[in-house]
């Protein structure tokens, strides 16, 4: 087994969340083949007939079967819980006509402990309607709400639907939870083409000079009775509108494939649909990596903060630490404390040991964000390959505690060469490389007092001291950016802008960035802005060590971008934000971003900060034209689809149950509010409770698989074979053999079918995992598909895995043939028997009377033919990793030197980065030098074998409504 691998969901676990019998399993009956591509398909120009014709409206709705025979353990039809008014197709009768007259302004108390209520419109006549709810403990002091009418803030281009109404709170007051405004418009106003997904929100807030179009948040409405209902984060002035041209036909284009992902594949499946949206219609990221920048803010601001700089608390070698974090949901992470998760809903075991191989797998992915090398897109300067290819004892042996250490030095660059604004300003301090990794409870946070055990390659840290090691509080440096003031265009902070107050003016420029307000500000956007016409943030161009005078690279130090004339990025961290989802959205051609769709999810107690991250997303999305729904949990997003709490399944009675809700969907799931047990379950975690995962699941596909219009429903009676494999070949981009998962359709194999081809959806998996770790998806897809409740597609499962696809290391720590003996690889002297940890070399610990490596789980006496086996296989399995610096397969040449060290056939399985590709093209290969595997080619060379192999839809352009 691999160690820290994720853990896939088990099929089981999630049937029993929702206790229907069956569940996802096919009939018993079913049968599972291993696809080949040499399988011979239907001639690829063949025009196969189409299922359905295409619905007319920007998105497909299957056909309303009510008989439709759920053998897979669903509940009747009729015993489907009520469905709200808006997701039914029957005539609810007249809509309503409203008075169009505003009329006295409504008052009510609201009070900080039991918020209060405000409606407005109750007497005839009176006003057109609207009410604001404040929940318990939102107010920060007790207020009179007023509600009243105000000029039109729609912008040129919309018709309002319904007037302006103000919030006022007297006196001023801030909401720490968000209020609920419900405004009510005179139904026959709206054409009936125009649909709840064309409405937008406009907002005036209360102390901002401009109108904002934010995502609209727990939308609950009836546009047949007039109703919006909305969660605000503050008041202000609110009004909504459609566009005039909205629901007019336009001619779009469907390619007919989808990609998402999941956690390491959610950042991929953003990033490669908006770089490549000619391949894709929809994307769908779940849980991931889905805005660069706040994560560059995230990792540089507190993962790799919290020590004193030059001239802060007692000095560079010190511990200053961070304020609070400034989102309520973020974790307070530093670099001491790297947030841990424990629940059952993690993923994972992410400790620190985790965390350094994330650090270093985006160093592969994209270069070295902390520290530029001209010579390696991985390496820090003055960092030689050679170092990859010790031992992880000999390069951590500075770590050594006690008498008897044999204590290689570090690579160190001595005083006077390495310069750093913050912690090394006069060069006056060594500057080493150095071990971190977990090193006991609690887990995440760094002890200081025991020896690190794992190499973390791509940093450098400022030996104050001088005594070769990293200690508690020597600071790592982070040279990212030359030193700039993140105060937008007009390069002026906020309080120092005329008309400036705190309270009731905080943004007189209204040049302030806010994912939800503002998304297009670029004062405290994280980004450095050159806006053209002569505005630009100001910085200092002293180069990227942010001290004046000091040696460049060309001249044989280590700086890079003094005195150039321009603001420098380290240019890998230029690569990294280049790959932005957001940034790319926003650049792309109109047509595009009117094409495609996203669906987008992110646990509010994720470890990686991932539903903060994907609403920086959801921001840039709307701030670039899209119109974004954001629902908070999924009782927000089922409106009574399924009772609180349980799992929600497609039923024939709910029609697309998700698709007419705005253009794109965030959905942050997990309740703030979760008591202790439920937050130990895993509620808002990065895969969330059983319940919760298979939710995120369920939803996503039910919005996907109703989108592409002329489905085959088609249902399947009986028992329906699920053609399942992993297909191996030759990307020409990629350079070597290149593996998939698929899934193909219930029926794609019946000689009835040969004419019929299906659209494609790919799922990228997760950090650590193969295409093999997600069964759950194809049994969940199989089923719904043979029932017809959604269209039958081609799933996906690209390879994102840099290792080998196999399970067992030769230095893993596990007994895996079960011979009483634990793995061991060419570790020597070292694994040797012990009384106490004074008779174990280096960072070795004495455990169970034996020296292990403190990345063996459970010590004790090694295997003598632990990596005999010349053909890569030891105990019995293979050897997974080929990056562990230890000769496995002894034939005396070392990982890195080794190519294909598994002897495998099908796949070259010496490892390109430490557990995951993150699906672009690397700059770095794994010893360093420049020119790694480009995992990007291998997906566009995959998408046209799929369409050489396979019956897949091809792309054509349809009338649909706009």
Known sequence: ??????????????????????????????????????????????????????????????????????????????????????????????????????????????????????????????????????????????????????????????????????????????????????????????????EDRHLRLFWKPSNYGYVAEPPVMDLVHDLRAGTFSFETPAFGTFQIGYANDAGEPVQRRFTYKAIGGVSMGSGGAAYLGMKYPQYFDYLIPLGGLTDQAYMLHYIRNRLMGGFCRDGEGDGIGSWCGLPAPTNPLEHASDYLYWYYDDSEGAGGNFDRSEYVKIFQDLAYAYGNLLLYNPESPYLPPGT????????????????????DCQVTPPRTLPPGTFFDDEYNPRGEYPVIAFCDGEDGDPRGVLSGERPNAVPLEVAYAVD?????????????????????????????????????????????????????????????????????????????????????????????????????????????????????????????????????????????????????????????????????????????????????????????????????????????????????????????????????????????????????????????????????????????????????????????????????????????????????DLPVTGAILAAQMASGLWQKSIVVFPEGFCGAAAVFQCNDGIDNDGDGTVDSSAEGALRRECSTDDDCVGTYRCENGWCCSQEIAVCGPPDPDCGNNREGHSEGGGVTLCSDGVDNDRDGRLDLEDEGCLGSPGQDSEADCKKGAFYTQHPSAKDGSPGGPDFEGAMIDMLEYLDANYRTKRPETLTVPR
Not at 59 to 80: R, S
Not at 105 to 134: C, I, L, M, Q, W
Not at 386 to 394: A, F, I, K, M, Y
Request: glycine residues 12%; proline residues 10%; charged residues 25%.
């Open 1 to 194: 087994m691999i160690p820290n691998r994720p853990r896939p969901l088990p099929l089981a676990a999630l049937c029993a969340a929702i206790a229907l019998p069956g569940c996802l399993v096919p009939d018993e009956r079913s049968t599972t083949r291993w696809v080949s591509p040499e399988t011979p398909e239907a001639d690829a120009d063949e025009q196969p007939p189409q299922a359905d014709a295409a619905a007319p409206m920007d998105v497909a709705v299957p056909v309303d079967d009510a008989a439709a025979n759920l053998d897979l353990g669903l509940p009747p039809a009729d015993a489907a819980p009520p469905v709200p008014d808006s997701m039914l197709e029957p005539d609810l009768g007249p809509p309503v006509e409203r008075p169009a007259a505003c009329g006295t302004p409504a008052t009510g108390a609201a009070t900080h402990a039991g918020g209060g209520r405000v409606e407005a419109g109750v007497d005839a006549g009176s006003f057109v309607g609207a009410a604001v709810d404040v929940p318990a403990d939102a107010l920060d002091v007790d207020a009179t709400l007023m509600i009243a009418c105000a000029d039109a803030i729609v912008r040129d281009g919309f018709t309002p639907l319904g007037p302006a109404l103000q919030i006022t709170a007297s006196p001023a007051a801030k909401l720490g939870r968000r209020a609920r405004v419900t405004l009510v418009f005179s139904a026959p106003d709206k054409p009936d083409r125009v």
């Open 384 to 403: 030689p390959a050679e170092d990859l290819l010790l031992d992880w004892g000999t390069r951590c042996s500075a770590e050594c505690r006690g008498d």
């Open 464 to 772: 104050v001291d001088g005594n070769g090691r990293r200690d508690l509080h020597e600071p790592v440096i982070r040279n990212m950016y030359e030193p700039y003031r993140d105060h937008g265009c007009d390069a002026v902070a906020s309080p120092d802008e005329p008309g400036y107050d705190p309270e009731t003016n905080p943004d007189p420029h209204g040049d302030d960035y806010d994912w939800y307000r503002n998304p297009n500000g670029t004062e405290a956007n994280f980004v450095y802005d050159d806006c053209g016409m002569g505005q630009a943030e100001a910085y200092d161009d002293l180069g990227l060590d942010g001290v004046a005078g000091t040696p460049q690279f060309e001249d044989g130090g280590y700086d890079h971008g003094e005195g150039n004339g321009r603001f420098d990025y380290n240019p890998n961290v230029a690569r990294y934000l280049e790959r932005n989802p957001g940034f790319l959205f926003r650049d792309l051609p109109v047509e595009d971003r009117e094409r495609l769709r996203i669906w987008a999810d992110g646990g509010v107690r994720d470890l990686f900060n991932f539903s903060i991250d994907t609403a920086h997303f959801s921001g840039h999305l709307q701030g670039a034209g899209q119109n974004v729904r954001i629902y908070n949990d999924f009782p927000k997003l089922f409106q009574g689809l399924v009772d609180d709490g349980a799992a929600f399944f497609p039923n024939a009675r709910h029609k697309d149950a998700f698709g007419r809700r705005g253009q794109s969907i965030f959905l942050s799931y997990g309740n703030p509010d979760a008591d202790a047990f439920d937050v130990s379950q895993g509620d808002g975690a990065h895969v969330g409770t059983v319940v919760q995962a298979l939710n995120r699941f369920m939803s996503m596909f039910e919005w996907v698989h109703n989108r592409w219009p002329g489905g085959d429903y088609s249902k399947i009676e009986g028992a329906f074979n699920r053609e399942d494999g992993v297909v191996f070949f030759d990307s020409r981009r990629f350079g070597k053999t290149y593996r998939f998962g698929i899934s193909l359709p219930p029926g794609y194999g019946d000689p009835a079918n040969a004419g019929v081809r299906y659209p494609v959806l790919l799922v990228l998996h997760g950090y650590g995992q193969g295409p093999e």
